[in-house]
């Protein structure tokens, strides 16, 4: 896009959702069931990912009490699943910030028509439906705006599984074939075509 073709605008979005990958949080709930949390702020460093939860959430309330979770990663195949999860929380009583909006659901899994794998360092189960699952554990939690409305997790990363198809050699995810499920200022998007790549690329 040639900028000198178009006028450039100010603008206030009301949300800054600009093309982020949707995660499928798992955290460990009281009674060691798994919850499942729907998220898009989500971004890794070396072997950290940072997430970005609001507050009031179960699965914040999980983290900070139970310092392990799974990010599993969504194909575009899965946005339905996706969306299932989105109107609902494991908070009992519904918290009132989400009342009218929300509803409780225990059963997150039957829920979104996923199905759970157990996992192999963390108690938070994975799932089977996600082509990459990252067992992941808690380094530090900030909450991240004055009126503490949501958190900053970083998180290291413990056990990395992949779908066979995606996986080049041991240590590569092949870019061709693995398409993460994008969230586009609250629309879901795949991948276009590959247009290119780094000179840093190894594959």
């Keep these: 896009m040639n900028q000198q073709q178009f ?4 603008v206030q979005p ?4 600009f093309g982020t990958p949707v995660v499928l949080l798992s955290t460990l709930n009281e009674d060691e069931t798994t919850n499942l949390t729907p998220m898009s702020s989500a971004w890794a460093l070396g072997q950290r990912i940072v997430l ?3 507050a009031g959430g179960k699965a914040l309330m ?9 990010i599993n990663l969504p194909d575009p195949s899965l946005w339905q699943h996706v969306e299932r999860l989105a109107p609902l929380t494991g908070c ?3 918290p009132v910030a989400k009342q009218g909006q ?5 059963d997150k899994f039957s829920a979104a028509g996923l199905s759970p794998l157990p996992s192999m360092t963390v108690k938070p189960q994975r799932i089977a439906e996600c082509p990459l699952q990252i067992e992941a554990r808690v380094l530090h939690i900030q909450m991240a705006s004055e009126d503490a409305s949501f958190a900053i997790i970083e998180t290291g990363a413990l056990k990395v599984h992949a779908y066979e198809p995606i996986v080049l050699g041991d240590r590569h995810i092949d870019p061709s074939a693995w398409s993460p499920l994008i969230y586009n200022f609250r629309h879901y998007f795949g991948l276009g075509g590959e247009l290119g ?6 594959t």
């Design 52 to 54: 970005g939860l609001g």
């Design 197 to 202: 790549k780094t000179f840093r690329s190894e």
């Design 14 to 17: 009301s949300i800054l959702y």
């Design 62 to 70: 999980n983290l900070q009490r139970w310092e392990e979770c799974v």
């Design 102 to 106: 929300y509803k409780h659901e225990k």
């Design 7 to 10: 006028r450039i605008r100010e």
């Design 92 to 94: 009992d009583p519904v």
